[in-house]
């Protein structure tokens, strides 16, 4: 590792500053991209629109498929990267890129050693989370996911710290994330009043309380804001220089062609900083676009008829920028977004929050349905299945939307949406509209406005199916996917289970997305690509700017944040003109 000097960041309007590596945007793809290029001995500046850092990626769990990883390999899994080549192919059909799919593939375990061994970014390896579709040859069973490991946000200096961005408050406790696996089945044993499930989530929740009171702010960061919190501290560590509230407003390029650097705009004005290497397009994609929203999604004549996660400042900058500059921007994807159902939050201030339903949908006891009382998806499987399935079995001309139902058993020991379970109180959930209830299914189907004799037929059918522990209509708990996010404790089948008394929950479910898949074309060195395909000099892409590597299909859990990471680092290593590897890709 070389000594990086750190940059100098005051700014006054009309000033330049000058670097090697300027990356506009801080989630997973920036942050590796700036942090590999800071270890190589390059001066980096990374500018930021938002106050804070982090993006999409903060508010994500922080899981990254990252296929034939070293912490696998310690764990003594050994897998043949042709299975991964094998999966893939099957899933991404005519979207299969070889060249950019040999790319992530080569560097993944070299990204992931790299990162846990050099920088202040340990992983925790996902020995038991499955791919998606299990009955597809190649398909894993474990083992090719990491997530960062938990971080106490007292082990980055304060200034740092205020530039990172917090928990999503809807997939937290009262702002405290929780982590999947061991940390989430604690809390959940809890609800069923398992003693080692209390004291878990009192020590936590009291650990929590004390960090507001000091801190004003949580302090026990997991999943993605760990995530961002460790690439900021190893950037930091490494020199780079972070700047927060600096939009970019264009590229720059030099007499050649080559992008040479950008001009950006901060509290304290407009100012230029040129790049003698390059600049890293980062900026999270278009899911804020509403213009593109209407062009691309399906079903969303006006652009507004879907409500994303990413933050707000995700409005497809990077693309605009790139593309005045020539870059080809590629559409050519089998979805233009990472679909996600979510629910709208109303709170008592006025404020609307959005809620990703990831694990409740697999849970036994709860099943999705239409208006029409239909299920029209295996509701365990992927939360992109989900929504492509109500996005094809909604007819033309209605609003895209569907009811996520279950019983009285089911809410007091799962979330529901946002509602949680005991000891949590349903009745705020109630009284704001956001949960809707009825004694019979009838009733509930009333309340949320489907067709009462349907649901309660529906209802009757699955019933009778899930007591025998089979799904024939959409095969749900089929696979090691399904069963494993369900309930290993219910028998026959850990994901199904009959919804039997009364009273009856609901919550409406939306078409959401965590980003976008459509972006910019790039080569297997996440070089942008102009429309004739051929490299832009110095403009180099990572995260959701860049096209989709998985071609617009989700294969895997983490296949946003994987591909991020990787191409990021291999940006980086790019521009800083390096061929071997930090380490050898196997150890952990």
């Known amino acids: ?26 989630g997973a793809g920036g942050l590796s991209a ?63 890129n070889a060249e950019r799919i040999e790319a992530f593939l080569e560097a993944v375990p070299h990204m992931v050693g790299f990162f846990h061994n050099k920088t202040s970014l340990q992983f925790v390896p996902g020995a038991k989370i499955k791919d998606i579709y299990g009955q597809t040859p190649g398909a894993g069973t474990g083992n090719r996911s990491v997530g960062p490991k938990p971080l106490n946000a007292r082990n980055i200096k304060p200034e740092l710290r205020s530039k990172a961005r917090h928990q999503l408050y809807e997939t937290s406790f009262l702002g405290m994330g929780i982590m999947a696996g061991p940390d989430l089945t604690k809390f ?58 600096t939009p970019a407003q264009h590229l720059l390029t030099d007499k050649e062609g080559k992008v040479s650097g950008a001009v950006v705009h901060s509290p304290d004005g407009r100012y230029t900083i040129n790049a003698s290497r390059g600049v890293v397009l980062a900026t999270g994609g278009f899911p804020n676009d509403v213009a593109r929203r209407a062009e691309l999604f399906p079903k969303t004549p006006t652009g507004k008829e879907h409500w994303t996660l990413a933050p707000k400042e995700a409005t497809g900058d990077g693309i605009t920028m790139a593309q005045a500059v020539g870059a080809s921007f590629n559409t050519n994807v089998e979805s233009p977004a990472a679909w996600c159902p979510v629910s709208l939050v109303p709170y008592r201030n006025g404020r609307t929050g959005t809620f990703p339903h990831i694990m409740d949908r697999a849970k036994p006891g709860s099943i999705g349905v239409l208006r029409n009382g239909k299920r029209f998806v295996n509701e365990a499987n992927g939360y992109y299945d989900y929504v492509e399935g109500m996005l094809k079995a909604t007819p033309d001309g209605e609003p895209v939307e569907a009811w996520q139902i279950a019983d009285a058993a089911y809410v007091r020991k799962f979330p529901l949406g946002m509602a949680k379970p005991l000891p949590v109180p349903l009745f705020p959930y ?23 004799e349907a ?19 959409f095969n749900r708990g089929t696979t090691e996917f399904n069963r494993y996010g369900g309930d290993s404790k219910n028998t026959p089948n850990p994901s199904l289970r009959a919804l039997e008394k009364g009273p009856f929950y609901a919550v409406k479910v939306l078409p959401g997305s965590f980003g976008t898949f459509a972006g910019l074309a790039t080569d297997p060195h996440g070089r942008a690509l102009d429309n004739a395909g051929r490299a832009i000099n110095g403009l180099y892409v990572a995260g959701n700017d860049q096209a989709s590597v998985m071609g617009g299909h989700y294969p895997a859990g983490g296949i946003n944040l994987g591909p991020a990471l990787t191409f990021g680092y291999i940006a980086g290593r790019d521009l800083a003109g390096v061929s071997d590897y930090e380490d050898d890709g196997t150890s952990a």
């Open 1 to 26: 590792m070389k000594t990086t000097k750190t940059i100098e960041s005051s700014a006054t309007s009309g000033t330049t500053f000058d670097c090697d590596v300027l990356v506009i945007g801080s």
């Open 34 to 96: 700036a942090v590999t290029a800071a270890y190589h001995g390059l001066k980096v500046i990374v500018v930021e629109k938002a106050h804070v850092c982090g993006g999409a990626t903060s508010w994500s769990g922080g899981w990254a498929w990252t296929p034939g990883n070293p912490l696998a390999t310690a764990a003594g899994i050994k897998e043949d990267p042709e299975l991964f080549r094998t999966y893939l192919r099957h899933r991404l059909g005519k979207n299969y």
């Open 188 to 245: 959940l044993s809890a609800s069923q009043g398992n003693i080692q499930g209390l004291l878990h989530a009192t020590w936590r929740v009291g650990r929590h309380v004390l960090d507001l009171l000091i801190h004003r702010r949580n302090m026990q960061l997991v999943n993605g804001t760990a995530l961002t919190a460790r690439l900021l501290k190893s950037a930091d560590d490494l020199g780079a220089d972070i700047r927060v509230s």
């Open 430 to 452: 109630l009284r704001s509209g956001y949960l809707k209830k009825g004694d019979t299914i009838e009733e509930l189907a009333s309340a949320c406005g489907i067709d009462p």
């Open 455 to 473: 649901l309660a037929q529906t209802v009757a059918d699955f019933n009778e199916n899930a007591r025998k522990g089979i799904d024939p209509e």
